[in-house]
């Protein structure tokens, strides 16, 4: 740990990064476990972007099928509510 950072403002899981939404919700390496598994799912392979608020701009897929289409416009929703319930 380096000197003068406090573990008050450091992610729960990874220990490593600050605190912050975009950490929590798309870039802690335990959450992004779960990121892998889900889009791995759809067959999708995704570069994520740094911020939560792009992630959910670029969330758009074209060619999937109209079920599909459904689901996957839910998924980053569905995981963020799960994610942040856990970590509160």
Do not use: Y
């Amino acid at each position: 740990m380096r000197r003068g950072r406090s573990m008050v403002n450091r992610c729960n899981l990874c220990k490593e990064n600050e605190e912050s939404a975009d950490h929590i919700l798309i870039h802690c390496g335990k959450k992004r476990e779960l990121w892998t598994l889900l889009l791995s799912s759809f067959g999708v392979v995704w570069v994520f972007p740094a911020l939560v608020r792009n992630l959910l701009l670029e969330w758009k897929i074209k060619g999937l099928g109209k079920k599909r289409s459904a689901v996957w416009r839910l998924v980053p929703i569905c995981l963020f509510w799960c994610i942040w319930g856990e970590q509160n």
